[in-house]
């Protein structure tokens, strides 16, 4: 979906070894040992190694792991707010690790604006100051930083706070400051680090929500850390998950559903409301066959007992939808003398577009039984999903991790012998 | 029979550099005397050119301002006695020597306490010095002082800026220190120079820890300018040690009891002072 687009931040080998002998430790990796066996010989922690990943032009990237999977620290080495130990991290050209203190503090002001996980609004400063903050360290004059800040604060639906301070509003709203201050100062990627984690569920779901209608305009790089796989899921464009500070896999969220790169992102994926995530085009099968709307109703009738259908979709010559005829209806119009199959057709049907959540589905189904067209932004025919391959799809996907455990519970079955 | 060990010269050794640094620096010394002598005339001179009625008013109306009614009416209850002791004068003294050292003190504690937060090695470095200078007996800094700048109130400042200045670094570097970490970052990721960082975020942020140790710095200081009264200081002080040397304990307590006041009067406002800005 996303791969042709130009990348914004390629990041290449880039590790990070906590301790003061990043070299050995690094050395010892080369060699093999994995992470215990270097902090037993070293003491050196390996909080990231060998991370490779790119984040393209304008979408939102996840990266999601369990706390102690390092990836508060790939994100602060992003910025630099955390040393890398070696690797390339390149923005438009430039490869952040090796940057002087002033090209770094340029390169921070241009690039990069960052949302904390506890807010770190300036309890001192007013809303619309700590709005400005960017700016300020920027050196943008006073007039110019006020208008803008006050329209980032309208845009996250806090115009009328402007005076009021951080410790005076609740922790939905505290973030919204963070969010305002980070899209005030307009970098071209935005940093959130756990952003939403603080918040009770309600306040986190509108954010989630409200995140993606303004990516929906603004179409900002964004790269979001969370550990909630929903929230991953939910949000993001694509996921990396890490893992002991190793990239497990990197894809879309459908592609992390429905193939695991390995058991341990199976089980990790367990108890995923899958439903939610699935689309209409992961459920679509081929269209067998089609009718073309020049086509007569014994043109449909043959292609619809050759495929064994009840009805068949019609389309024009360059596979634009136009309807659906049901073979009780062709065999009336055959009758009737009827020359064109548009002439016995119906509308009845449900058409959807690739990326609708499975579960919207299942209502069509409610009405009638017909297959659901999945039809692209100019109605041409993708595919149909018809009922039993939405219950196969979602069932496929709640079995899986079954699948992944059984081997387990048949080992640690009583083997009935000494 | 005991070992004869050869002794160790500390108190010649310090008494040497002292000694050079007297006659190497008396110029030095004397320009800070005649300085500091000038700044005490002059607010002491300010201070009782107005009426008590005037001075107690000004000092009320700051009461309420800052604290609250309370703090005022006590003010002036606690000023009035004073004036009716006859202690009027003495406590103008005292206050002139407090406001002085405290000005001194503050003004060099507080950038050296900003370097030590921001510098580990720094720190390092001028805890030890700051445990001396407060452990160290106060009356021991009166001797040296002398040779310095001779008996009398700017001796006593000498002796009072040095045993009160330890609680305004430690604050000042304690409230630097205890800037979030997550407030650092921020001020970092959104690419702020040491400089702005500091006045934008770890300053402010620390000030009612600042003010904290400014509050003990002047009662360290007031406790100090007391004692500075056995070298010539003028002030309550002396009246206390008149009142020793006379064996009239009911005029060494009238005198205590002055000190006791001013000092609480001093304490509260700071301490409001602190609060009102936390708010």
């Not at chain 1, 006073?142 to 509003?169: C, F, H, I, S, T």
């Not at chain 1, 596979?319 to 009336?332: F, N, Y």
């Not at chain 2, 800070?32 to 009426?51: F, H």
Request: with cysteine; charged share 25%.
């Amino acid at each position: 979906m996303s791969d042709n687009r130009n990348v914004k931040i390629r990041v290449r080998n880039l590790s990070k070894v906590f301790g003061n002998q990043p070299k050995k430790a690094l050395e010892l990796r080369d060699q093999g040992l994995g992470r215990s066996e270097i902090l037993d010989k070293t003491g050196q922690t390996l909080g990231l190694s060998h991370i490779d990943f790119d984040v393209h032009e304008g979408e939102l990237l996840v990266i999601m792991g369990l706390s102690g999977s390092g990836k508060s620290t790939l994100i602060r080495c992003l910025n630099r707010l955390i040393e890398p130990s070696e690797g390339e991290i390149v923005i438009d050209g430039e490869n952040i690790p090796e940057l002087g203190e002033k090209a770094l503090l340029e390169c921070r002001r241009r690039h990069f604006s960052m949302v904390f996980q506890n807010f770190a609004l300036f309890p001192h400063r007013t809303v619309q100051q700590n709005t400005e903050f960017g700016l300020e360290v920027r050196g943008i004059d006073k007039e110019e930083r006020q208008r803008v800040a006050r329209e980032a604060l309208k845009q996250v639906g806090l115009d009328g706070w402007e005076d009021a301070y951080p410790n005076q509003l609740s922790g939905g709203m505290q973030q919204r400051v963070g969010l305002a201050r980070a899209l005030a100062n307009d970098a071209s990627v935005l940093l959130m680090d756990e952003a939403f984690s603080a918040l009770d569920p309600l306040i986190r779901g509108d954010m989630q929500q409200e995140l993606l209608q303004l990516q929906n305009q603004m179409q900002k790089t964004t790269v979001f850390i969370t550990h909630d796989l929903d929230e991953a899921l939910t949000i993001g464009d694509r996921i990396v998950l890490l893992k002991d500070g190793e990239i497990v896999q990197i894809g879309t969220p459908e592609e992390i559903l429905t193939k695991p790169a390995d058991d341990y992102v199976r089980r990790f994926i367990e108890g995923v409301d899958k439903s939610r995530i699935l689309t209409a085009e992961s459920a679509m099968r081929k269209v067998r066959a089609t009718v073309r709307d020049s086509d007569g109703p014994r043109t449909a009738l043959r292609k619809m007992r050759d495929h064994s259908l009840d009805s068949i979709y019609i389309t024009d010559r360059d596979r634009h939808l136009v309807g659906l005829i049901e073979a009780e209806a062709a065999s009336q119009a055959l009758e009737q003398g009827k020359e064109k199959v548009t002439q016995a057709m119906t509308q009845e049907f449900r058409s959807v577009g690739p990326n609708e959540p499975l579960h919207n589905l299942f209502a069509m189904f409610h009405d009638n039984s017909f297959p659901i067209a999945v039809v692209d932004d100019d109605r041409r025919l993708l595919g149909v999903v018809v009922k039993g391959a939405v219950l196969d799809e979602l069932a496929q996907a709640a079995e899986t991790p079954e699948l992944a455990k059984s081997p387990e519970s048949v080992e640690t079955a009583p083997a009935g012998d000494e | 029979m005991a070992i004869e060990l050869p002794r160790v010269p500390l108190g010649q050794w310090i008494e040497g550099g002292l000694n050079w640094l007297t006659s190497e620096y008396s110029l030095i010394t004397r320009g800070i005397s005649r300085v500091t002598q000038t700044g005490i005339t002059g607010l002491n001179e300010a201070l009782m050119w107005l009426p008590e009625w005037a001075l107690l008013a000004i000092i009320a109306g700051l009461c309420w301002k800052l604290a609250n009614l309370r703090l005022a009416i006590g003010a002036v209850a606690g000023l009035l006695l004073i004036w009716n002791m006859g202690l009027w004068e003495p406590m103008i003294e005292t206050l002139t020597l407090v406001v002085i050292a405290t000005l001194v003190a503050v003004v060099m504690a507080i950038p050296v306490g900003i370097a030590a937060a921001l510098s580990e090695r720094l720190y390092r470095g001028i805890m030890p010095i700051l445990d001396f200078m407060q452990t160290m007996p106060a009356f021991v800094y009166l001797i040296p002082a002398i040779p310095f700048f001779g008996i009398g109130s700017v001796s006593a400042i000498f002796a009072t800026v040095i045993f009160s200045m330890p609680p305004a670094i430690r604050f000042t570097t304690l409230g630097i220190r205890q800037v979030p970490v997550e407030l650092i970052e921020a001020a970092d990721a959104y690419g702020a120079t040491r400089r702005q960082k500091l006045i934008k975020v770890q300053l402010p942020l620390s000030l009612p820890t600042v003010m904290a140790g400014i509050n003990q710095t002047i009662m360290l200081a007031l406790s100090m300018v007391v004692i500075a009264a056995m070298i010539g200081a003028d002030g309550l002080g002396s009246e206390v040690w008149r009142a020793i040397q006379r064996l009239r304990p009911g005029d060494g307590f009238e005198a205590g009891i002055a000190v006791v006041i001013l000092a609480m009067l001093l304490d509260r406002l700071t301490q409001s002072l602190r609060k009102s800005r936390k708010a």
